[in-house]
Every structure is written in structure tokens, then in C-alpha cells.
């Protein structure tokens, strides 16, 4: 049992939180002798909320940009072709040591949930086995989504959609695809359907690498909300990327919106991976290579934000820090307005745990599990602008870690500026 004193909540509310075997049993003001003689933790104010959530990072990759040929060109394209060059290399100890160091860089920026995209175009499956024992060691630690992600193409690669079958049957999560990069627009549909079908054949979710380009007529993310709706599992299906939608005309934009939020899809935008790898065919003007991020939000359709890479072929950088990647995305999406600055933090949190499919339990509600982060911030606002460091991360009653907030030594600069 532990009692956290003076914590901030997103409404404003500073309160305290009873954890009773790693339950949350009351949110309030708690009397200090329900709690006589267990650990009592003051948070001084600090902000307290549900873990960030990180539903689009290829932990397969991660810390293979320097080792693997060097992207040039810093497209899409190339980031595939160097790793296809190389990967046979990897053996499932090499995959799972990259990963772990990727995994506590991601939880010490306070994410608890991830879903990671493993690449499945590879017939020893090495990445997959390497994913599903890391999975099972670290589920006190961290909650793992692992999405059957045919990176070569799932009819572009030879036998990609049956490594993707039966990735699902060895417990991948999600049924991946990647249409825009099969080689022709017909192969593209056809995947599109293909991961539709495997869902709901196995009962799985589906997460798609949509129209990561920035060529206007790549257009599979409507066939993906077409054919999630039909199916009717719209809410268990995610469109990652879908790059192209920033270069879509208005008029097509606005009859797809339609279609969009009617399929009650989720969206996944990688601010940071994106305004990276996008417009480097354009010369001046350039584009900014996102989806509508703003857009969605106003129109009440389901968007976040993912790391995606953390220094592999296709980016150079990241930390897994999710501050950082929200930090960009509200900067390259123009929300800097108040609407959306007061409620940054959904866009790392609640937004991704809809998309994760999470559900209820992700909460910080009496009676969820107690999961929560305590960040060096008093609002939404203000961890925005300070880009804010998570000071403490709770999994199940269970402290991850405790980071004390930086402290400096001000005599000189004090005395002028109080
Ligand atoms: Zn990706």
C-alpha cells in the first residue's frame, strides 16, 4: 500500500492517490491514518497521469543506423534498401540487445505501452522470436503490441503474406502491410484487403504503414477505412503515416474525411520520422509531408503521435522520449493555439491508448491498475512548453523509477533576475 500526496491531475485538481495491491483504491483527499504506517510519497504538485503510449516504434531496428549502409538520400526507399542489404546479419541475442536498450530509453521517458512493427519478410522469422521472448520478459515493465509487418512487401516479397499468417499464428498482435511500396497499385489493394481478412480470421488488430509518400495519388488508406468499416472493426484498425493526405487536393480530402471518421479508424502521425524522410523529392516550395493532424482533431477523428524509429536507416535520431516527438508534432502541425495546448499530453496518452485498444483499464480511475507517471510539470501546457522530464513511472503499484527534477546552482544569476 502506498499513499501519493499533493498530485496534480489534468483537470487541475491536485489530489492524493491510495494504491492498494497495485490498484488504485481512491483518488482524493485520503485521510493520513488510512494509510498509517505504509509509504507515504509527496509529489509537491507535480503532474500526474496515465503513461504515455508508443504505437508505432520498430524495436527490430533500432541502433542499426550506424552499422547498416548509410541513407544517403534519407527516403523511405533507401532506408528499406539498406536494410534489406543487411539484415541477414542479425541473429534473434543481436535484435533482442538493441531492443532492450531502445525499450528503457523509452520507459524512462514514461512510456509503458508499445506497439512495435517487426519486420516479417525474412523466412527464419528471427526478428519475431527475438520480439515474442522480449515481450514475455519485460510485461512487468512495459505492455508490448507486436505488429506482423512484411517491411519487403507482403506480395512484393516472395511468401509475404504467408510469413505474416504465420506470424499471427506464433502471436503477433497486428496484421501489418505497407501498399504504397508493393510494386504496383493493384498489389497494394490487395494486401490492404489481405490484412483485413487475417484480422478478423484470427481476431487480431490491424495497423498499416499507409501512404507513407508524398505522391497525391496514393490512396489505400481509403480502401483501408472501406474495408475496416465493412468489417466492422473499424476501432481495432490503425493507418500509420498516411503521408500523402498532406498532399491531397481539398476537394478529395473532403470527401474522404467523410468516409473516415464514418469507419471510426485510428491514426498514427511520426512527426519527427517524417518531416525527415518526406518532401525529398521536392525542391522549393517543400512540403512538410505530414497527414492533417489538426484537421482530424477538429473534426473528432482519433490521432497521436509515435517515435517510430530511434537511430536506424530511416532516422538518424530519437531517444524514445515521446516530449520530444510531441514537441515537433505541434510545431509542424500548427496547433500551437490554446485548444490544443491545454490538452498536449492526449496526443502521447490517451489518443494512443484508443488506438492500442486498450480500453477502460488504462485509466487513472479507482479500481484500474495503478499505472501512472508524475512529470516535472504543473499542466499540459506547461510540460509542452518545457518540453517537461518524467520524474517518476508507476506500473501496477510498482515504482519503474524515480528521477529527481535538475537542480541548479543560481547565486549570481539569482541576484539580478529573481
Ligand atoms: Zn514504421
Redesign the pocket.
Known amino acids: 500500500m502506498a499513499l501519493y500526496k499533493n498530485a496534480r491531475l489534468r483537470s487541475g485538481i491536485t489530489a492524493d492517490i491510495l494504491v492498494k495491491g497495485g490498484i488504485i483504491a481512491k483518488i482524493g483527499a485520503v485521510q493520513e491514518c488510512e494509510s498509517a504506517g505504509e509509504e507515504t510519497i509527496d509529489l509537491g504538485g507535480k503532474l500526474v497521469c496515465e503513461p504515455y503510449c508508443d504505437p508505432?516504434i520498430?524495436l527490430d531496428y533500432v541502433f542499426t543506423a550506424q552499422s547498416f549502409g548509410e541513407n544517403t538520400t534519407g527516403t523511405l526507399f533507401d532506408g528499406i534498401a539498406s536494410w534489406s542489404d543487411s539484415k541477414s546479419a542479425l541473429t534473434p541475442q543481436i535484435i533482442k540487445e538493441r531492443a532492450k536498450k531502445g525499450l528503457r530509453e523509452q520507459i524512462l521517458g514514461g512510456t509503458q505501452y508499445i506497439r512495435t512493427?517487426i519486420d516479417v519478410t525474412d523466412p527464419a522469422l528471427t526478428g519475431l522470436k527475438a520480439m515474442l521472448e522480449l515481450r514475455e520478459e519485460v510485461k512487468d515493465l512495459a505492455e508490448i503490441q507486436i505488429v506482423a509487418f512484411p517491411q519487403e512487401g507482403m506480395y512484393s516479397y516472395k511468401g509475404g503474406a504467408e510469413l505474416v499468417e504465420e506470424a499471427l499464428k506464433m502471436g503477433a498482435d497486428c496484421v501489418g502491410a505497407i501498399p504504397h511500396f508493393e510494386y504496383t497499385s493493384e498489389m497494394g489493394i490487395r494486401s490492404v484487403k489481405k490484412a483485413v481478412e487475417l484480422a478478423v480470421r484470427y481476431d487480431k488488430l490491424v495497423d498499416i504503414?499507409c501512404d507513407e509518400t508524398d505522391d497525391e495519388m496514393s490512396r489505400f488508406v481509403e480502401m483501408l477505412a472501406f474495408e475496416a468499416m465493412d468489417n466492422g472493426i473499424g476501432d481495432k484498425t490503425t493507418a500509420?503515416h498516411t503521408c500523402a493526405m498532406g498532399s491531397y487536393n481539398n476537394a478529395y480530402a473532403f470527401k474522404l474525411f467523410k468516409l473516415l471518421k464514418k469507419s471510426g479508424i485510428n491514426f498514427i502521425s511520426?512527426p519527427t520520422e517524417n518531416i525527415h524522410l518526406q518532401g525529398r523529392y521536392d525542391a522549393y516550395p517543400k512540403r512538410r509531408g505530414l497527414t492533417r493532424v489538426k484537421e482530424m482533431l477538429d473534426d473528432g477523428i482519433n490521432v497521436c503521435f509515435a517515435q517510430?524509429s530511434i537511430c536506424d536507416p530511416w532516422y538518424p535520431l530519437g531517444n524514445g522520449n515521446l516530449m520530444y516527438v510531441l514537441d515537433a508534432g505541434f510545431h509542424i502541425c500548427h496547433l500551437t493555439a490554446p485548444e490544443y495546448m491545454n490538452r498536449a499530453l492526449d496526443l502521447i496518452s490517451g489518443n494512443g491508448a484508443k488506438t492500442m485498444h486498450l480500453g477502460e483499464r488504462y485509466y487513472l480511475r479507482e479500481g484500474n491498475p495503478a499505472s501512472f507517471i508524475v512529470i516535472d510539470a504543473e499542466s499540459d501546457f506547461d510540460a509542452l512548453r518545457n518540453r517537461s522530464g518524467v520524474l517518476m513511472s508507476v506500473r501496477n503499484g510498482k515504482v519503474l523509477f524515480r528521477r529527481k527534477p535538475a537542480e541548479f546552482e543560481t547565486e549570481m544569476l539569482s541576484s539580478h533576475l529573481s
Open positions: 508505432h520498430h512493427h504503414h500509420s511520426c517510430d
